[in-house]
């Protein structure tokens, strides 16, 4: 039998528009099917262009050596910029700002209790043609503040599409990967990764589970943003005793 005459033939149309489902080869039984959305992931945006955190954190970027290091990404993970909020009051601006933004996250997942927060701060500091390959992060929580995203950009802050859009080349983009595992072989509904297109004063929070990247950027100016990672434990298990493991 010739393949084509196993198939049966769909046509999907809009919702609402007369004749909205038409299918071939199969009989509808007039079932109605309850719709769940499970697992979906809550990303939480924000923007503060306050002068005085946004041009102490520059004078920071300006005075501090080491946060201009092109090997940010090798050492994220040995860093903490808390460690200078005493000194540089944006940090700690900045900090409240996030903080804000992870509360609101964990109230909106329904998240009660007490906890415990360990905060961890590390500069993303990318010169022309830096990228940061996909990753995730070791915490509960994640966020970002753009501080200075050069260049003009004219698309939408978050742009989904086909997997032709996916492969477009767009420069210094953060590009969120569904953790719906390999969702992207079956994908249909063009909804398995967002690219956000930052602009400078724009805070990001998201699950640190959620796997991610940014692009290469090509612009003359270098681009800075600063990571945050909220580990969260619940205060009863943090009150138990630990001890130290070198192996
Ligand atoms: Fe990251």
Redesign the pocket.
Known sequence: MPLAEELNELRLEPCGSPHSETVHGAKKLGASWEHKLFFPTRVMTAHSDDPSMLDGLRQLFRSEDRYRDAKFAEIADEENMMDYAARYPAIAMLKKFMWDGMVSWLRAEDITGEFVVQVQVFS?YSKKGAY?PA???EAHV?G?YYVDIPGKCTNDIFVQGDSRRYWAQDPGVLILHDPRFNSSLVELANNTYVKMFPRSGMGIIFPSYLW?S?TPHFEDQDRISI?FNFIIHPKARFAMPTEKLVL
């Open positions: 993303n940061v990753h995730n992060h994640s970002v991610h940014v990571a």
